[in-house]
């Protein structure tokens, strides 16, 4: 909580970080889809299914063409944790 400088100013006295090991294993999956609609679809549908993704990202054709993927909007899905979870 600031107080009193109307957003101007501030000074971070004390910060804590909770940090955790990284994990055992992880693996980086691209899904291909039509529109971006489609993409935003899918992604729907792996966060409200059984997985918990460690990280998530649509791009779109430009953005995919730009990691080295075919141009056309891609869901992009990284998983990790421990070798059989990650595998399974």
């Known amino acids: ?3 009193g400088s109307f957003g101007t100013l ?3 006295v ?3 970080f909770k940090v955790r090991p990284a994990p055992p294993a992880e693996v980086v999956l691209a899904a291909a889809c039509d529109s971006l ?3 935003l679809e899918r ?3 792996v966060l409200d299914g059984p997985f918990a993704p460690w990280s998530l990202d ?3 054709a430009r ?3 730009a990691i080295g993927l075919p141009s056309r909007p891609h869901v992009v899905l990284r998983l990790a944790g421990e070798p059989g979870e990650v595998a399974a």
Request: net charge negative; hydrophobic share 55%; charged share 20%.
């Open 37 to 39: 609609d489609q993409a």
């Open 14 to 16: 004390e910060a804590t």
């Open 1 to 3: 909580v600031l107080i």
């Open 43 to 45: 992604a729907r549908t």
């Open 10 to 12: 501030g000074v971070i």
């Open 58 to 60: 649509l791009c779109d």
């Open 63 to 65: 953005a995919a063409a």
